[in-house]
């Protein structure tokens, strides 16, 4: 007997490796990641999440795992170059409404209704804020999140990874969450240094605006992009 199935096949692209394996196979700490390569992630990276921002889509986990890379060998310097990064992993994404916007629901009981949160050392410190003071308040409601400024953080927060090893503000979230309101507060000295040997003083100067507890005070994804790659040369359709 003959039986017919109805299988589904995907075709995607393959890419070489993660980020991630990147970094800990050639760039292990203390070891530090050439300039370069720093700002074509931030480049590349950042002009994805704008996409996803044009699209009114916000990724919400952003890390290096989440993004994958092909690479070749400058024959110049004989060194490793990126030449593309892409991102993947959309499965805590969320749809936003064209103010940038989604709402959440919140039981009586403080949880959160619905999709998965996110990744929650990448979410910025104004949506942890309003979604715990709701969890906190111990009634059903709908609380709306502004994601205008999460793109930012999120990529500020990465660069952070790649160029110091760790996270901007140590033991994010939790160390610097109110326990009586479960608002986030920190202050520029709570946002790690980065030394000079890593980073340039205006780039890290940038960085540290674009994981500011004050999203007033980040930078624009534009800004920090150019900040990176003033010429747009590290861009993908110039390096690929």
Known sequence: RQTNRKTQFLVMELHEMSLDRLLA????????????MVATIISQV?????????????HRDIKSNNIMVDTRVNSSTNEIEI????????????????EMKDVVAVSERGRLLGASWGNAEHIAPELHSALGSAMRGRER???ELDYSRQSVFELG????????????VSEYPFSVTSRSTGRIEYGDDDIAQISADRLGSEQASMLRRAVSCDASRRPSLDELIRCFDET???GVDNIV
């Not at 196979?25 to 370069?36: D, E, G, I």
């Not at 950042?46 to 916000?58: F, I, V």
């Not at 030449?83 to 064209?98: K, M, P, Q, Y």
């Open 232 to 234: 747009g040369e590290l």
């Open 46 to 58: 950042g002009s994805g999440l704008r996409h996803l921002d044009d699209h009114r889509l916000a």
């Open 83 to 98: 030449a593309r990064c892409v991102l993947i992993d959309f499965g805590t994404s969320c749809r936003l409404n064209d």
């Open 25 to 36: 196979s050639r760039f292990a700490p203390p070891s530090t990641v050439p300039h370069r």
């Open 141 to 143: 409601q709908e609380v």
């Open 157 to 168: 927060a990465l660069g952070f990874e790649i160029v110091n090893g760790c996270h901007p």
